[in-house]
């Protein structure tokens, strides 16, 4: 079974940067189908998609975030990584790692959803 | 981006009681959607997707419906470990973009 867990500071300063890498395992994060997403949720505030990337380093970033993002991948260690720069108060949630699956359908059409997610880590951000 | 809202925000509902939540986008998303269960301190958790699809695992008192525009979750006989918020998520395009959430306690 497939199983994911985040991992990284649980506090973060002001103006630095928010590292975060989330462990695959009981699968190949290489897998052709897959990405591998980032999603948080802040306090009293909805889920945020920030963005997914593919094992080959392909990347997918939501535009709200994309200047401060970046999602890369270490298929050796079976990871993938979140860096956001210039955090500020407004960054604090929880963040989730999710397996970004590809379903394939009726020839050649697909769906993607996140099947398998990691338990979240709280990141607050204060001075 | 595209926005979804979903209706109602909660609802207050008994152990066998049928239950309905809908959720909408502010465009035509096809049959991109996908539903999730979130209990409190653990992980969503997929329980339909493409709109109709049952995930593998997931009781099938939960069902989904719906295309273009309005979809449909409805758990047919609420059950005491259905206790939760639930969360429509579309994936038509990037950025993909969740509902607000609908949380079901006990009446």
Redesign the interface.
Known sequence: QLQLQESGPGLVKPSETLSLTCTVSGGSISRSSDFWGWIRQAPGEGLEWIGSVYYSGSTNYNPSLKSRVTISVDTSKNQFSLDLNSVTAADTAVYYCARDLEYYYDSGSYSRYFDSWGQGILVSVSP | ?IQMTQSPSSLSASVGDRVTITCRASQTIS??L?W?QRKPG?????LI??AS?L?SGVPSRFSGSGSGTDFTLTISSLQPEDFATY?C?Q?DS????????TKVDIK
């Open positions: 981006d049959r991109y996908n999730y653990k992980a969503p958790k997929v997707f493409l699809n995930q969360y998520q994936s990037t950025p993909f973009t969740f509902g607000p959430g």
